[in-house]
C-alpha cells in the first residue's frame, strides 16, 4: 500500500506509520542477512510519511537514522523535480495545413480614378466579380 505524498489529518498519518512500523519489523524478522537492503516499497512509504510528519519522528518509529531518511527524502524530491521537468518537455503534437489544395492566395486590388477616388479590395475569396467592380466604380461620378 502506497503512503500518498498530499496532506493528511494527523491521526490517520500517525495510523499510516503504526502500520509502516509493523511492515518494518516484519521485514526485520523476516530477512536472510542483517545488512539486506531495505525493499524499495518500505523507503517509498517513509519518504511519503515524512512529508506529513516530522521526520525525526517518523526515523525514531521505524528505527531508521535521520540521516539516511534525509537523505533519501532530498534524493527523492530531486528525481520528482527532474521527472516534471522532463514531462513538461514531453511530444507536442502540431498539425499542419492541408497540403492539398492549396489554400487561395489572397486577392488584392487598388483602383485610382481621375478625380482621386481610390478603391482598395483584400479579399480571401476565391472568386470575386472584379469585372462589376471595376466597372462601377470607373462609371460612378
Given at each position: 500500500?502506497?503512503?500518498?505524498?498530499h496532506?493528511?489529518?494527523?491521526?490517520?498519518?500517525?495510523?499510516?506509520?503504526?502500520?509502516?512500523?509493523?511492515?518494518?519489523?516484519?521485514?526485520?524478522?523476516?530477512?536472510?542477512?542483517?545488512?539486506?537492503?531495505?525493499?524499495?516499497?518500505?523507503?517509498?512509504q517513509?519518504?511519503?510519511?515524512?512529508?506529513?510528519?516530522?521526520?525525526?519522528?517518523?526515523?525514531k518509529?521505524?528505527?531508521?537514522?535521520?540521516?539516511?531518511?534525509?537523505?533519501?527524502?532530498?534524493?527523492?524530491?530531486?528525481?520528482?523535480?527532474?521527472?516534471?521537468?522532463?514531462?513538461?518537455?514531453?511530444?507536442?503534437?502540431?498539425?499542419?495545413a492541408?497540403?492539398?489544395?492549396?489554400?487561395?492566395?489572397?486577392?488584392?486590388?487598388?483602383?485610382?480614378?481621375?478625380?482621386?477616388?481610390?478603391?482598395?479590395?483584400?479579399?480571401?475569396?476565391?472568386?470575386?466579380?472584379?469585372?462589376?467592380?471595376?466597372?462601377?466604380?470607373?462609371?460612378?461620378?
Amino acid at each position: 500500500m502506497e503512503v500518498p505524498m498530499h496532506p493528511m489529518p494527523s491521526a490517520h498519518a500517525e495510523q499510516q506509520l503504526a502500520q509502516l512500523a509493523h511492515r518494518f519489523d516484519h521485514w526485520r524478522q523476516s530477512r536472510t542477512t542483517r545488512f539486506e537492503r531495505i525493499p524499495p516499497p518500505l523507503w517509498e512509504q517513509a519518504i511519503g510519511l515524512s512529508q506529513v510528519l516530522p521526520l525525526a519522528q517518523v526515523a525514531k518509529r521505524l528505527r531508521l537514522r535521520g540521516s539516511d531518511l534525509k537523505k533519501r527524502c532530498t534524493a527523492h524530491q530531486t528525481t520528482s523535480a527532474r521527472e516534471t521537468s522532463l514531462a513538461a518537455l514531453g511530444f507536442v503534437e502540431v498539425t499542419a495545413a492541408p497540403s492539398w489544395p492549396f489554400p487561395a492566395p489572397g486577392t488584392e486590388v487598388e483602383l485610382h480614378r481621375a478625380d482621386g477616388a481610390q478603391l482598395r479590395i483584400r479579399s480571401h475569396e476565391p472568386q470575386l466579380p472584379l469585372a462589376v467592380l471595376v466597372r462601377t466604380f470607373l462609371e460612378t461620378r
